[in-house]
Each structure stands twice: as C-alpha cells, then as structure tokens.
C-alpha cells in the first residue's frame, strides 16, 4: 500500500493524527475509510443497515479506480473476482455490429486494467481490507443529523458521535445532502430505467448462436442501441453468469419505489422484436431477481463541503451519474483517495477547511464533466437508429491519477 503509515507526509511533515467519521459504508465510504486509514487517522464508520446483503449487478471500473486498488495492495483479490474488458462493441437493434473498440490496447495504453465484476465482489473486497486495517464499523446507526460547528453526527437513536472531519458517503438519496442543502433533495429521475438481471450461462450454452456472448477469456462489452432504449451485456463471476442492462422509458419505477421487481415476460414483451439472440437471452431471465431500476443523477453541485469546513459528501451523495458513465463507483473510490490526501496535508486542524475546500476545488469539474458526458451517451446511443460511432465518452476519464492530483493542488494559507 503506497501510503504514509509512518505517519510522514510526502512534503516532510508528521501527518496530524486526526479522527474521521465517515457515514454509510458501500464503496464510497469504505474507499474513503481505507485511505484515511492508511495516512495514520483513526477511522470509524457508522452504517445503517444491520447486515449487508448483496445488491447490485455488475459494474466496470476504468484504470483511474484499478490504480487506487492496486496501490492499495488489492490486485490478487480483485483479480479473482472481476475479469479484464477487452473489447466493446456497439451493435443494432437488429443485430448489425455498428464499430468496435479495442480495449485491451487501451488498457495498455492507460497502464491499468478495465475490469468488470460484481459490485457485491467488490464491496466485499474492500470490507475485507478495512476490516484488516481495524476500522471499526459499527452497524445499524441511521445518522439523522449533523452539527457543524464541532462536526458531530447524531443517530435517530439519539447516539452523538464526534470527528475532527466527517465525509457522508450516504448514497444518492443522501439525508447529509438535504441537510447541506436545508431542503429535502431528491436524485432527478432521468425517466429511463434499467432492467438489471444475471442470467447463468449454464442456460446459454446450448445455443451456438451465443457462443461469442460467451467468451470469458477475451471479454467483450457488448451494446445494443436501439430508438429509446440500449442495452448493455457482459459476463461476470469467471463467465457463470451474464450480466445484463436494458435501458428504456421507466415503467413501474416511482417516487416511491426505486427499485421494483418485475416479471420477465414484461420484458421480453418490450424487446421482442430486437436481435433474436438477445431475444432467447432474456427467455432466460430469472422469474425471482430480474429488477427493475429508477436511472437518477442530479446537476452538479456548487459546494460538497458544510458550513465550517469540516464535513462533506463523498460517492453518488455528491455526484449521482447516470451508468452510461460507467463511472459511479470509480468516482467514488477517487473521492476517498482524494480526501485522505488532502488531509495528509494539513499541519493543523485549524486548516481542514483548507483541505475540504481544495476538494471542492480538485473533484467538482471532473465529476461534472463525467456526469454531463453520461447524458449526452445515453441520449446518443437512444437516438434514431442510435449514433455509436463515437463509442463511449467516457473514455478520457479512465486515466486520471487522483492521488498525484491531489498532492498537486494548491492549499489555501
Ligand atoms: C444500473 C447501474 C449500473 C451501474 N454501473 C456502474 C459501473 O459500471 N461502474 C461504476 O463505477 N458504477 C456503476 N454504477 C454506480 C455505482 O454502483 C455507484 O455509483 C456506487 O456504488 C455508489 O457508492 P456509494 O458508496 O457512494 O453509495 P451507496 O452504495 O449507495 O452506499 C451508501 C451507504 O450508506 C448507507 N447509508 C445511507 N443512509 C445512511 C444514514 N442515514 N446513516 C448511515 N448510513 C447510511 C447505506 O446503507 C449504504 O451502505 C451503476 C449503478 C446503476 C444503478
């Protein structure tokens, strides 16, 4: 872990031996931890669910997040549970390939890997090494409330605790968002939603047509773009399982219900008519765990930091992205990085306002930039026989160094 355990700044300086707290603990607030923690600051985590279970599908890093992993020692364990992104191919709703990418040369080029895995897999590796770190999490604490003078996070239980700093990683819908903001605010439904389902290959392997879906050891991305809808697919959990999205015009999905379970004929009804192969796939969607999403983002924010300086958002509570990005979790798993070295930096606590401001300053552009380009995608690709000749806008923000950024960027006297 290329981190200054020793207590050592890279300018010379005894790094503060500071408290964080941090709230919520999905891969936002456990990257943050497990940065913090390797500055030297002693870090507890309030999550409040009780017992984690596994949501979410798969997910796609770019190399700006697979350098932090593998700066933090975690190449052997992601490695055993995600598989490199070789290629990405667009592809009508017919059938046609419209362009391919080649993204093993890429990879290359970039220096780090672009991997596919399951976003349980992941939360369960970074848990694994907070927990190795002795980072305490305690379970079921709902943060209700912050005071921010002398930054304290208060529970619904009444429970006070307090930080030197507090980073609120509580997710899209954060309550530490409305607060800062003194309004409930809600993510913006975009009015598309996502199908998201693993469908086990083991159903797939009797039809040759599929064979090239198939295909573990040179892993393609495979979009399907159609007037209104996309769909994305690739294979996950060593190729026993294919994950699939299907984007569209929301259909049961509300403010009052993110996250719904729908029957797959529904489904199927909808994409009848697209490529057949795609057609026998979603014959084989699971009856008991094919979801459907609410896809939400929000414009960007002019401030992540309270009044003070001494707590701020970290992950989708600051910057919900549409998965056209690709790039939630990876700005999430950079926000972490970001925070622990700008703290590292400060001589006094007198200065983390400095710090959090020069956050502010260091990840709202890029995140901004990531989240405007994630639109424009998904409206590209949902066009009038779709537009994919120029693939993935994303692209530019696969390499990105956020630790050397941060050390880089100016802290205000
Ligand atoms: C269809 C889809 C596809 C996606 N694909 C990708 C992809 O390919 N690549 C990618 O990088 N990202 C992808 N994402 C996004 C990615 O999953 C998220 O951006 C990322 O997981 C956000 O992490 P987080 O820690 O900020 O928030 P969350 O994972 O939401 O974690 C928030 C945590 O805070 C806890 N919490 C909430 N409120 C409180 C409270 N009051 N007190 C205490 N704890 C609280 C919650 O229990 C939870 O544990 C996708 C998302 C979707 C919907």
């Known amino acids: 872990m290329t981190t200054d355990t020793n207590g050592q700044s890279l300018n010379g ?5 500071l408290d964080v707290l941090i709230v919520g603990s999905g891969i936002g607030g ?3 931890a497990i940065a913090c923690k390797g500055k030297g600051f002693s870090v507890t985590i309030l999550e409040s669910t009780p ?3 596994h949501v979410g599908a798969g997910i796609f890093l770019g190399g700006n997040a697979t350098k932090v992993l593998l700066d933090w020692g975690l ?12 290629n990405n191919k667009f592809i009508s709703q017919t059938g046609e390939i419209l362009s391919s990418a080649d993204y093993k040369t890429l990879s290359k080029e970039i220096g780090y890997p672009l991997l596919q895995m399951h976003r349980a897999d ?6 694994k090494k907070a927990l190795s770190l002795g980072i305490d999490i305690k379970m079921g604490q709902v943060v209700e409330k912050y005071e921010v003078q002398t ?3 208060i529970t619904t239980d009444g429970k006070v605790y307090e930080a030197d700093v507090i980073f609120a990683a509580d997710g899209y819908r954060s309550n530490a968002r409305s607060q800062l903001l003194g309004r409930i605010d809600e993510p913006r439904p975009s009015g598309n939603s996502a199908y998201r389902a693993l469908i086990s290959t083991d159903k797939l392997k009797h039809y040759p047509e599929l064979a090239p879906f198939l295909n573990w050891t040179d892993q393609t991305n495979w979009v399907w773009v159609g007037e209104g809808c996309h769909v994305v697919l690739y294979l996950l959990r060593h190729g026993t399982v294919l994950n699939i999205v299907l984007t569209q015009a929301a259909k049961n999905v509300n403010d009052a219900n993110y996250v719904v379970k729908v029957d797959p004929a529904e489904v199927i009804e909808r994409y009848k008519e697209w490529d057949p192969r795609l057609v026998t796939m979603l014959q084989h969607l699971p009856k008991d765990n094919t979801l459907e999403w609410r896809l939400c983002d929000m414009e960007p924010m002019k401030t992540w930091v309270f009044p003070h300086g001494k707590i701020a958002l970290v992950g989708d509570a600051c910057h919900a992205v549409l998965p056209s990005a690709a790039q939630g979790a990876g700005m999430a798993i950079e926000d972490g990085v970001a925070v622990a070295e700008l703290l590292a930096r400060v001589k006094s606590k007198d200065e983390i306002p400095a710090a959090l401001k020069a956050y502010d300053e260091l990840r709202i552009p890029r995140c901004a930039s990531i989240m405007t380009g994630a639109r424009g995608d998904a409206k590209r690709w949902q066009g009038k026989g779709g537009k994919p000749a120029s693939g ?4 530019w923000s696969w390499e990105y160094d956020v630790a050397g950024a941060a050390r880089e960027i100016k802290l205000e006297e």
Do not use: C, F, G, M
């Open 122 to 127: 992941l939360h369960d590796v970074l848990l």
């Open 75 to 86: 190449e052997e364990d992601v490695r055993q549970v995600s598989t490199d992104l070789n």
């Open 51 to 53: 017992k984690y279970s």
């Open 30 to 32: 456990l990257s943050a």
């Open 151 to 153: 930054p304290k996070a």
């Open 13 to 17: 300086h005894q790094i503060l031996p």
């Open 392 to 395: 993935v806008t994303s692209t």
